[in-house]
């Protein structure tokens, strides 16, 4: 079993900075591919960014490409950085994992594995 736990949320005004981090419960992570996904008022939850369990690989939705980085800080941490925030950007983000896997890392169905989530909130 794998525990996340989400920090880093919070208010912001738009052009701010945030930064999310999701630690893992597990010793070693390095074999997971991890996820971001948001769900804003009155909306689906949808996909963020994910990188690769092999960190060659990350890709991001288009609504956050260029502004938002996922990253490693270490085998048991992922990161979000996100600059250049919107008011459209505010939702309550959430960690997901899997098991190392090569494709369709913005599929939320394949995830097993989330967090508790922790809200961003941006103002205008």
């Known amino acids: 079993q794998v525990q996340l736990v989400e920090s880093g949320g919070g208010l912001v005004q738009a052009g701010g900075s945030l930064r999310l981090s999701c630690a893992a419960s597990r010793r070693t992570f390095s074999n997971y591919d991890m996820g971001w996904f948001r769900r804003g008022p009155e909306k689906e939850r949808e996909f963020v960014a994910a990188i690769a369990w092999s960190e060659d690989k990350t890709i991001y939705a288009d609504s956050v490409k260029g502004r938002f980085i996922i990253s490693r800080d270490n085998r048991n941490t992922v990161l979000l950085q996100m600059n250049s925030l919107k008011p459209e950007d505010t939702a309550a983000y959430y960690c997901?994992?899997?098991?190392?896997?090569?494709?369709?890392?913005?599929?939320?169905?394949?995830?097993?594995?989330w967090g508790q989530g922790t809200q961003v909130t941006v103002s205008s």
């Open positions: 997901a994992a899997r098991y190392e896997s090569a494709s369709y890392l913005y599929r939320e169905g394949t995830y097993p594995y």
